[in-house]
């Protein structure tokens, strides 16, 4: 028998995203997976109270037995936090509801992966950059007592989609601080204790076989349509509207 998989969906209230997301994962993914837990968050973030219940529908229609948080206050780290500690299996999949799965993965091509040292698996989109490595990475400038300076590049970890060893998320989630994005907590210097923890392991790529990628991100064309931004401010990420392009200026009209 295979290591047993709880599923994590982290939700705005973005209904129309959701669907598609739950609709291509559910062919290709969930319906390989018997989920002991399903343990989703919608936050009240974008959209409305009645689409966040729209979500919750959407969510139950597939999952009947999911736990659903509906917090008051919106925290994406927060919701992380919260949904990591409750689940319970071997392996997690992490999932936000703005991506599409493009190829199938069977559950024993993930057990096979996610083995020693390797906490996680993140699956393989157009925006990542691998560096051409088999694991992921973030470049770090260090200064030394000489005064030099050198690029190191340190073992790091993304969230959203991937596997998870089910240990490693939930001491990941007893770490992790609310207020700095969940993501760059574990190789940003934003949190020594979850760092130091989560560096002795790696995160793995996992590639597409029929192509590069299996999954895809429509959530930068659903911010790129309303023209939201997102930074990181302050080791947090902050969605704010972008300004109004300006027209082009109008040549003075030649004088008559």
């Not at 982290?10 to 291509?24: D, F, K, N, V």
């Not at 109270?49 to 948080?69: H, K, M, S, T, W």
């Not at 694991?135 to 993304?158: L, P, Y």
């Not at 999954?215 to 990420?237: F, H, P, T």
């Amino acid at each position: 028998m295979g290591r047993g998989c709880d599923l994590v969906l982290i939700c705005g209230r973005r209904p129309e995203l959701l669907a598609r997301t739950l609709e291509s994962f559910g062919e290709k993914v969930f319906a390989y997976f018997t989920f002991g837990a399903v343990i989703a968050n919608i936050d009240p973030f974008c959209g409305t109270d009645a689409e966040g219940g729209e979500c919750e529908r959407l969510i139950r229609a597939r999952f009947p037995q999911a736990q659903v948080f509906r917090p008051e206050v919106p925290g994406f780290a927060a919701a992380v936090i919260r949904t990591w500690a409750a689940t319970r299996a071997e392996m997690v999949l992490h999932l936000e509801d703005d991506w599409l799965a493009i190829e199938t993965l069977e559950p024993a091509r993930i057990e096979a992966a996610l083995q020693g040292e390797v906490k996680a698996l993140t699956l393989m989109s157009a925006t990542k950059n691998t560096r051409n490595q088999q694991f992921q990475t973030s470049r770090r400038r260090v200064r030394h007592a000489d005064g030099s300076e050198e690029d190191i590049f340190v073992n790091a970890f993304s969230t959203s989609p991937g596997f998870f060893e089910g240990d490693f998320l939930r001491r990941s989630a007893a770490l992790m601080l609310p207020e700095f994005d969940p993501e760059k907590q574990f190789f940003r210097s934003l949190n020594p204790a979850l760092e130091t923890y989560a560096m002795q392991y790696r995160c793995r790529f996992l590639f597409g076989r029929e192509g590069p990628f299996l999954v895809q991100d429509i959530g930068r064309d659903w911010r790129d349509a309303r023209r939201i931004g997102k930074w990181l401010v302050k080791g947090q990420s902050v969605w704010a509207p972008l300004p109004d392009p300006q027209p082009d200026p109008q040549p003075d009209p030649a004088p008559e």
